[in-house]
């Protein structure tokens, strides 16, 4: 077993007894590779005063002896994890009041916990184990910049085999196979290729439209390693770009250089979004910038704390945000700059690495 990142399951401990709550059912797979360490597909964690105990089933008896921090006790269940549950928590006769996760906590699941843990009191917390991710320690910071070295050298060979008359699913294609030759262990996201006027699709997915000498191409990416995620994003123009093109790009490459300069830990979400925000609104692009500045990443690829217009969430020393500043206008195109940033008191240490100015893909 792997020694357990010092503070996880105490500081969650502390915050049961805050709320008065005996113990916590986790059925979050991310928060309970947080505290476990267990990667598998299936789980239920029980956190009480005494024990942090992982239930799951015989696919993953070897794995959970590979993965699992010192100090968790791992039950396989060769039926049902609910089953299991009911016999773990008979068994700490100090447990009486579990608070269990509604944000991910399905109905159906919540009603077992009604009839057959009847003998219990349930009680909905929410974020209990978030708030602790958001701070992240020196390996997980580690983990999320060699995310990124991963996705920029997958950019990197990927940029060279672009050209007019592919697709974008094409691009697509060479995109992913050069993030898992260089051991992305997966997708954080399905990866966002967009040309021509779909780059105003923040969101777009990858189609069967063919590039064209001219065109943007805006590609949003990330890699996985050991669970932890990049998301980066940078667009390019495919032969000539257009002086319009130019422009638009270096006001989001000079908003997202305000907003790298001015945050640091403290700073509201809202606060941060402005950093870049004022800018393009000053460049008469407002309205074009829909989106939040960024968002936390780490072994999910959004997470907590959010940079946005509405978030009075303060930026903690040691959290992992995107800042991703973009303009959009509707059939002509878009531009989105982003990069990942660890937050320290005195600004943000950038975690990825690649040129910002605007690039003339050969056509």
Known sequence: MISRPVGRIEGLRARLVHDHLDALLI????NARYLTGFSGSTALVVVSQ?????????RYETQTADECFTGTTVRIEAASL???????LSRDIQVKAIGFESAHLMHRDFQ???EQGDRWHWRPTLDLVESSRMVKDPGERDL???????????LAATLPQVRAGLTELEVCGILESELRSRGSEAHPFPPIVASGERAALPHARASNRVIGPGDFLLLDFGATVQGYCSDVTRTFVVGAASERQRVVHDLVRRAQEAALAGIRAGITGKAADATARDLIEAGGHGAGFGHGLGHGLGLEVHESPRLSRLSEDSLPIGSV???????????WGGVRIEDDVYVTSGGVELLTEYPRALVELTP
């Open 144 to 154: 999320i910049r060699l995310a990124g070295v991963v996705a920029m050298d997958a």
């Open 82 to 88: 609910w089953k299991g549950l009911w016999e773990v």
């Open 27 to 30: 059925v979050s797979l991310p």
């Open 112 to 114: 077992r916990c009604l």
């Open 321 to 331: 945000v995107t800042i991703e500043p973009g303009v959009y206008v509707p059939g």
């Open 50 to 58: 005494r024990d942090v105990t992982l239930i799951t089933d015989f």
